[in-house]
């Protein structure tokens, strides 16, 4: 494909006033759903810093040498994925908004900027999967093991 074509527009979007009102009820719930997130991301931090320095003293853990190493690395777990998912909630956030600016002025490089954000959110939901698969996966297994 040639710049010729890379210019082209693949096809166009006729946004109505009905398409437009979905868009702004849209980018309301998104704003909810980031104060949500930073709401709940606010006392498991504080939980995930509290756990970290309460792990100092694992010595009753002894008979379970598995277990002492997810009951240390497990608040950092914990602290990653909070982050991780209060970021991937801004670029929907940041999704949200680029393209409610860009609908409302209408501005059709900042629609399409849109969907940048809304592919770094889509990257990072599925680093936070793999994350919390992996994490709630260790948990399991070492729960299982020592019918905790």
């Known amino acids: 494909m040639d710049n010729a074509d890379h210019d082209k527009d693949i096809f166009s979007i006729r946004l109505d006033r009905e398409g437009l009102r979905w868009i702004l009820k849209f980018c309301r719930a998104v704003k909810f759903i980031l104060f949500l997130s ?4 606010i006392p498991s931090l504080i939980t995930g810093v509290l756990q970290v320095s309460r792990t100092k003293n694992i010595s009753f853990l002894n008979d379970h040498p598995l277990y002492k190493i997810y009951y240390v690395l497990y608040p950092y777990w914990w602290i990653v994925y909070m982050l991780l998912w209060v970021i991937q909630v801004y670029y929907y ?3 949200s908004t680029t393209l409610k600016r860009a609908v409302q002025i209408p501005d059709e490089k900042g629609f399409n900027e849109s969907f940048r954000h809304l592919y770094h959110n889509a990257l990072l939901i599925i680093v936070v999967c ?3 698969f992996l994490g709630n996966g260790v948990s399991f297994l070492v729960n299982l093991m020592y019918d905790l």
């Not at 930073?38 to 991301?41: D, L």
């Open 38 to 41: 930073i709401i709940i991301a």
């Open 93 to 95: 956030w940041k999704f």
């Open 130 to 132: 793999i994350i919390s």
